[in-house]
């Protein structure tokens, strides 16, 4: 009984394949439509959750990166204000810079490299800008 079914069945859908006439587009387009639609649900959400996967992965390293710097010039910070509370404290360093006297300034400065190792050598700047190595 079932074989007959069956077979009633194949027989009715192959015959409306091949069927000549305007309804058998209608058809085909159906049966096209029911192949390849689960193809394309698959790639569609395939192609979102990729999507979403890279873009949380690219959020995440720029996060890390961005921390990183964050970190990196905070420590540069802290180094500045480190120099200049050493140098706000250095009353007599003042006093020589407020009279113009930069070569008793520079001398108080030889121990700068020595305090400060992150300090590659200290410059003199006069009034333009344009300063001298010691």
Do not use: H
């Amino acid at each position: 009984m079932r074989g007959l079914i069956v077979t009633k069945f194949a027989n009715w859908f192959v015959d409306s394949l091949v069927r000549a006439g305007k309804k058998n587009w209608l058809m085909r387009l159906v049966i096209f439509g029911a192949l390849v639609c689960p193809f394309i649900l698959v790639a569609s959400f395939s192609y979102i959750k990729t999507k979403r996967d890279l873009t949380s992965f690219t959020l995440a390293r720029r996060e890390s990166i961005a921390t990183l710097a964050a970190v990196l010039l905070e420590e540069k910070f802290d180094q500045l204000i480190d120099i200049g509370m050493s140098f706000a404290t250095r009353v007599q360093f003042r006093k020589l810079l407020s009279e113009d006297k930069w070569d008793e300034a520079i001398q108080i400065l030889q121990r700068v490299p020595n305090d400060f190792p992150f300090i590659g050598y200290p410059l003199k700047a006069g009034q333009l800008g344009v300063g001298q190595v010691r």
